[in-house]
């Protein structure tokens, strides 16, 4: 079974500043998708960035990126210029590529709740 | 805008009671999710159903079961509502296309109360 890690359960920055958030996660798979959704305040779960295993590059959104380290199974999420709207809890997720039945299933970090002080 | 819609946004309900989580979603989607979110422990998968009239156990299934009568929705049931069942619950919607990958979309939440 697949298990996602996320160690830092609270974590601050000062807007205009990067912060990093940490996962690792654990599997037997060498093809699958991992995840970062931010949950606000009003629940929305929200994509963030996602990332293929099988793609060497790593993903990018605008102020978001990811260092994807396959070998150390190591995903984390860097926020750039942050800003007082990324305040959120941010999940970390796993995803078997194959779409068989419980390929499907999406496995969660603990979260991070990131602060973003003015 | 497409759209997975939780009928209720807060619920309290007392020990014992039988208990229904309603999850509609517009979007034709094979794969739908009922997950438990609770703090430090993040989201936890109950059940999930991959066509009308399957479902497959997750994670926590104990104490719960789950109804897909139609695509559409999804219901959760907790036969006995316990104290322990207290959390927010979400459900997930995602269509089945070989190995693409079409996204998630989630509900706002339901956050269960039992007294």
């Known amino acids: 079974a697949q298990t996602v890690t996320q160690s830092q359960p609270e974590m601050s920055v000062q807007e205009a500043e990067t912060v990093t958030l940490s996962c690792t996660y654990d599997t037997s798979e060498s093809d699958y998708y991992l995840f970062w959704y931010k949950q606000p305040p009003s629940r929305q779960m929200i994509l963030v960035i996602r990332?293929?295993?099988?793609?060497?590059q790593n993903a990018t959104e605008n102020r978001f990126s990811v260092n994807f380290q396959k070998a150390a199974k190591s995903f984390s999420l860097k926020i750039s210029d942050s800003q007082l709207g990324d305040a959120a809890m941010y999940f970390c997720a796993y995803r078997n590529l194959r779409w068989e039945t419980s390929g499907s299933r999406l496995t969660f970090g603990e979260g991070t709740q990131l602060t973003v002080n003015p | 805008d497409v759209k997975v819609t939780q009928s209720s946004r807060y619920l309290v309900k007392r020990t014992g009671e039988k208990v229904f989580l309603e999850c509609v979603q517009d979007?034709?989607?094979?794969?739908m999710f009922w997950y438990r979110q609770d703090p430090g422990l993040g989201l936890r998968l109950i059940y999930f159903?991959?066509?009308?009239?399957?479902?497959e156990k997750g994670d926590i299934p104990e104490g719960y079961s789950v109804s897909r009568e139609k695509k559409e929705r999804f219901s959760l049931i907790l036969e006995s509502a316990s104290t322990n069942q207290t959390s927010m619950y979400l459900c997930?919607?995602?269509?089945?296309?070989?190995?693409?990958?079409?996204?998630?979309?989630f509900g706002s939440g339901t956050r269960l109360t039992v007294v």
């Open positions: 997930a919607s995602t269509a089945r296309q070989g190995n693409l990958d079409y996204g998630y979309t």
């Open positions: 159903s991959y066509d009308v009239k399957m479902k």
């Open positions: 979007m034709d989607h094979e794969n």
């Open positions: 990332q293929e295993a099988y793609k060497q």
